[in-house]
Structure formats: structure tokens, C-alpha cells
């Protein structure tokens, strides 16, 4: 007999999908920044980063947007498999 379970798949909502977007953006630093220290030269934008600082700070923050996004896309996905969000069972 085949019982009908609840489906696990997660939604992609819009807010999953701009946390997404900020996961790109902080990949693109992160890469921009470490670019710079192993070839000495930008990657996309022609004149960042120029220095090492400035490729410092771009490979930090790009490291702490990518951490930020994935744990409130996590957060959002947890949501949704909760046992106490109703629409989960429809």
C-alpha cells in the first residue's frame, strides 16, 4: 500500500533567490581579491584592487558575505521543512 508523504523538495522563494545573488557577489570579491595576490591583477572591474589592502579587504568581505547568505539561505530552507509550518504538508 502507498502511503502519500509530504514532499522534502524546498522552494526557491525570492528572498532564497537574493540571498543567492549575495552568495555570487561574495564569490566574485573573494575571487577578485585573491586574483590580485597571485597575479598582481584585477580580475573585472580595471583599477581594483590596487593594493594589497584593498585586496585584503575585498577577500574578507567576500568570505563574510558568502557565510552571512549561506546561513540565512539555510535558515530559509529550514523554514520551510519545519513540521510546524503548515504549508509544508500541502
Known amino acids: ?9 524546498p522552494r526557491l522563494t525570492l528572498v532564497i533567490l537574493l540571498f543567492a545573488v549575495v552568495d555570487v557577489a561574495g564569490m566574485v570579491l ?10 598582481g591583477t584585477p ?3 580595471p583599477g ?3 593594493n594589497m589592502i584593498e585586496a585584503g579587504v575585498s577577500t574578507v568581505a567576500g568570505l563574510l558575505m558568502m557565510l552571512w547568505s549561506a546561513a540565512r539561505i539555510l ?3 529550514t523554514k520551510q521543512i519545519s513540521p510546524r509550518n503548515p504549508e ?3
Open 1 to 9: 500500500m502507498h502511503t502519500s508523504q509530504p514532499s522534502l523538495r
Open 30 to 39: 573573494i575571487a577578485t581579491g585573491i586574483m590580485w595576490f597571485v597575479h
Open 48 to 50: 581594483f584592487p590596487t
Open 75 to 77: 535558515r530559509e530552507l
Open 88 to 90: 509544508h504538508f500541502r
Open 43 to 45: 580580475l573585472f572591474i
